[in-house]
Nanobody, 128 residues
């Protein structure tokens, strides 16, 4: 079955960097868009970044643009989220999710309803 596993979270200080990984199995990875979302208790899940199957197109929320970089290695079935200049506002559980590649993806990449399978999440805590 499809499985997504996030890793790389942890406790860091403001200004530090982290690189999250999302490794997939049970699917033809190169056919899928991958998105990163984050969530805090009592809050809705928020879009962070997404990437098309080839890696040629990427999308970011305005709050992380310029600080976060999403990339992928299709040979390793893995998507990365490099997070730089972290602030306490970036504290959350980070989830990756997959969506089969479709032409319309550019219209719904930031919507969690557009994704089919989700990982269990990895906690990122940024101390001020």
């Amino acid at each position: 079955q499809v499985q997504l596993v996030e890793s790389g979270g942890g406790l860091v200080q403001a200004g530090d960097s982290l690189r999250l990984s999302c490794t997939a199995s049970g699917l033809t990875f190169s056919r899928y868009n991958i998105g990163w979302f984050r969530q805090n208790p009592g809050s809705e899940r928020q879009f962070v970044a997404a990437i098309r199957p080839s890696g040629g197109s990427t999308y970011y929320s305005n709050s992380v643009k310029g600080r976060f970089t999403i990339s992928r290695d299709n040979d390793k079935n893995t998507v990365f989220l490099q997070m730089n200049s972290l602030t306490w506002l970036n504290t959350a559980v980070y989830y990756c999710a997959e969506a089969l590649s479709k032409a319309e993806y550019s219209g719904y990449y930031s919507s969690e309803q557009g994704y089919d399978y989700w990982g269990q999440g990895t906690q990122v805590t940024v101390s001020s």
